[in-house]
């Protein structure tokens, strides 16, 4: 046999010494993993454990704020079938109120556990979370002053709505922009304006807020008449009207107190001005105003007492200054008058030929 033979039939020692390597390389893993296992499935466990926790708080806390809002729902619609109900009670208002609310608790919640449960995770894995706080506090700090109009808008209508200052049809002054609430959001609020037209007001654009719907209102009619007047008659007159008028419905459920004669508001020299007011349901004053006036408007043609209006009283044609639609005298009516004068047309002079 030639030598090429014999070398490629003779074992090469490279193959021992591979298998020998891998065996050893498998035993040196083989003992890593039996020294870490126990670290492994203890960490398994461990985020296991954290997330079966978190998902578990996080479905019963928004299940009971969920409960907590059905039921205060339930209670508004219970309340509105009585016969006050629609007084104390907006089941719009109260409905999107609550709802917010619980929008806005079920985010937090959520955000708060989940949040904490990744932070949990992370530090299972011995990962040092210092540098990811602090740069979650630098974006935080970034995007706070990025959006700063967002989250004052969104921070004022969460206060807005826990406070109560106003809900779905309420008629508020919202310096900005005045009317009817239609709907109230965590940013936006949207009012009904007097001729229909709607406004849409950002929550941190509202400074100050004038709520015309709550509590109760008031409704205030002046009385303007000559000063000749006999006031015990005025009073009577006004007094009558206004006991009819809270013994009539609806307006014995809108007015809530007695009609008041409060006096003389104002003495001029052609009229003197009586103030009458009354307490009115909330968001009823105008009604009550214009009803208020027709009826002591007829009261005092009854008792035959004059009204004095915006209008001023026209005089007497008796009285009138007869020199009144005279035109001023012309200064060209006299010939001797300097204007006439300077008028006159220069004669001609006659030249004498010699």
Request: glycine residues 10%; charged residues 20%; neutral net charge.
């Amino acid at each position: 046999m030639s030598l090429s033979v014999l070398l490629a039939v003779a074992p090469s020692p490279e193959p021992v010494g591979s298998l020998g390597e891998a065996a050893e390389q498998a035993g040196n893993a083989a003992g890593w993993v039996e020294e870490n296992w126990s670290t492994w499935l203890s960490t398994g466990l461990r985020i296991l454990l954290i997330v079966a926790v978190a998902i578990t708080l996080r479905y019963l806390i928004r299940r009971a704020l969920t409960n907590l809002i059905d039921r205060m729902n339930r209670s508004a619609q219970a309340v509105q079938g009585t016969a006050l109900g629609g007084l104390l009670v907006n089941a719009e208002r109260r409905r999107q109120r609550s709802e917010a609310i619980g929008s806005v608790l079920r985010s937090v919640a959520s955000f708060l556990i989940m949040g904490t449960a990744a932070l949990m995770i992370l530090g299972a894995f011995k990962i040092n979370l210092a540098p990811l706080l602090a740069s979650a506090g630098v974006a935080g700090v970034a995007l706070g002053f990025g959006a700063r109009n967002l989250v004052t808008d969104f921070l004022s209508g969460v206060f807005m709505i826990l406070e109560d200052q106003y809900g779905v049809g309420d008629t508020i002054d919202a310096g900005v922009a005045s009317g009817e609430v239609i709907e109230v959001g965590l940013r936006v609020t949207k009012l009904r304006g007097d001729n229909g037209e709607i406004w849409y007001v950002r929550n941190g654009e509202v400074k100050r807020i004038g709520n015309l719907s709550q509590g109760w209102s008031t409704a205030g009619v002046d009385v303007t008449v000559r000063p000749t007047e006999d006031l015990e008659q005025v009073r009577k007159a006004i007094t009558a009207a206004a006991e009819t008028m809270t013994k009539e419905e609806p307006w014995a459920e809108r007015l809530w107190g007695p009609v008041e004669v409060l006096g003389l508001d104002a003495v001029l020299l052609d009229s003197m001005t009586v103030r009458v007011t009354a307490k009115t349901m909330p968001g009823k004053s105008v009604g009550v105003e214009r009803e208020l006036r027709w009826r002591i408007k007829q009261a005092l043609d009854d008792a035959g007492i004059r009204m004095i209006g915006v209008v001023p009283l026209q005089q007497d044609e008796s009285a009138a200054d007869p020199t009144a639609g005279m035109a001023a005298p012309s200064a060209y009516a006299s010939a001797t008058s300097p204007q006439s004068m300077a008028t006159t047309p220069i004669p001609p002079t006659s030249l004498n030929k010699h």
